[in-house]
């Protein structure tokens, strides 16, 4: 018998890391000076979050991160992907720093690259300040106008050591499903003008995020937009359903992707929009287009289309009994990782993509006599990796990988249930368990190959 071929591997100084953000990891929720987030607030109503959970303890990882930061360098990482909370460094959004939040994350940075981890930086995942929520959100310009302090801030505070900064993670997700739905802090329904002007206003903070790294980031400093784009997956990959799916994606990202990179809302995005345009200011588009460095792209799941009859572009539902995580939205399609980045560079011309977040969510990771074998999740990651090696040799320019996420973790409206880490979190004790994945994922990075 013959060795299994190997498979192809990824390129010479590809980036392989894991990631988290501070709400979802840190806990210490009133520690230090630290003021509320929306999701604080958004956790505390009976009814939002499974099983009533909070992310007010989390993982510890506030206190813990010098242990977390041990266990990642043992398990074979160098790149780390980590938000800053923008409540420990302005509790009240904007006005007066608080100096022990801003410490806090200087040892912590400190400490990240004294475990030979190299730090990139997310500046907003969702925890916008309860305060700044109670004098409009995101539904105001008084939001990204106090972003640009806080990104100048940090950027100045950490640019010396940060060389990587992502400005926004996700903007569809406090935004669009923020203000107009519930499942997500705030968790109001406004109408479609004010929802569109919740995401004008995200792309403006991102806006400032880049100007600010431009202007305070020192040598060498990079920053993208971390995006959850809306990915088709061609049903054939005839060029016929090629087509009909690059449709089908540029028609569902253009409010987000069209104003950075050319300048405006696309007329496709404004006959969507209706009478409910978003209001825009002179030298808005100018902001929001600065070119970036990279783009990340947070990609699970998608949706398929073809071309359908007469020509044009079609959806297909996804039926109920396709496989998929235990998250509902989290079907499995490897290919996501193919076609996704393979239209956003194709459509707009991006040289430099990382996949800043991939990974799935199970219910049921347990740890017997010391191990858990999460062998659904190995076998998850690996069929999508084989997609993303076969786009790289494709000529689709991903530079890197960070898996969804180191430690189990508060999955939002899931709580603690869902679990997505590599490392096995006992909430009650705060044991960490290396899972079986994460064995996989060091012998993966090491191999710079899907073994
Ligand atoms: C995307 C979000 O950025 C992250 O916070 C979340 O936990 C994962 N998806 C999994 O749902």
Known sequence: MHAAKASPAFPARFVWGAAAAAAQIEGAARVDGKGESVWDRYARKHGNILHGDTPAVACDHYHRYAEDFALMRRLGLKHYRLSISWPRIFPAGDGAVNQRGLDYYQALIDSLLAHGLTPWVTMFHWDLPQALEDRGGWRSRVVPEAFATYADTIVRAYGDRVKNWITLNEIRCFTSMAYGATGKAPGVIEPPAVVNQTIHHALLAHGHAVRAVREHGGRGA??????????????????????????????????????????????????????????????????????????????????????????????????????????????????????????????????????????????????????????????????????????????????????????????????????????????????????????????????????
């Open 222 to 451: 990079r920053c993208g937009l971390t995006d959850n784009c809306d990915v088709f997956i061609p049903v054939t990959e005839s060029a016929a359903d090629v087509a009909a799916a690059q449709a089908c994606f540029v028609r569902a990202n253009l409010a987000i992707l069209d104003p950075i990179y050319r300048g405006g809302y696309a007329p496709a995005y404004l006959r969507q929009c209706g009478s409910a345009r978003p209001r825009v200011a002179r030298g808005d588009f100018a902001l929001i287009s600065q070119p970036a460095d990279f783009l990340g792209l947070n990609i699970y799941s998608a949706q398929f289309a073809r071309r359908g009859a007469g020509g044009r572009p079609e959806k297909i539902p996804t039926p109920p009994h396709y496989p998929r995580a235990d998250s509902e939205w989290l079907k499995h399609t490897p290919r996501a990782l193919y076609w996704g980045p393979r239209f956003a560079a194709e459509v707009y011309g991006e040289k430099n993509i990382y996949i800043t977040e991939n990974g799935c969510g199970y219910d049921d990771d347990t740890v017997t006599r010391g191990e858990c074998h999460d062998l659904h999740r190995v076998e998850f990651l690996r069929s999508y990796l084989r997609e993303l090696v076969r786009a790289i040799r494709d000529g689709v320019p991903v530079r890197g990988y960070f898996l969804w996420s180191i430690l189990d973790n508060f999955e939002w409206t899931d709580g603690y249930a869902r679990r997505f880490g590599l490392v096995h979190v006992d909430f009650k004790t705060q044991r960490r368990t290396p899972k079986l994945s994460a064995r996989w994922y060091r012998d993966v990075m090491a191999a710079n190959r899907v073994l």
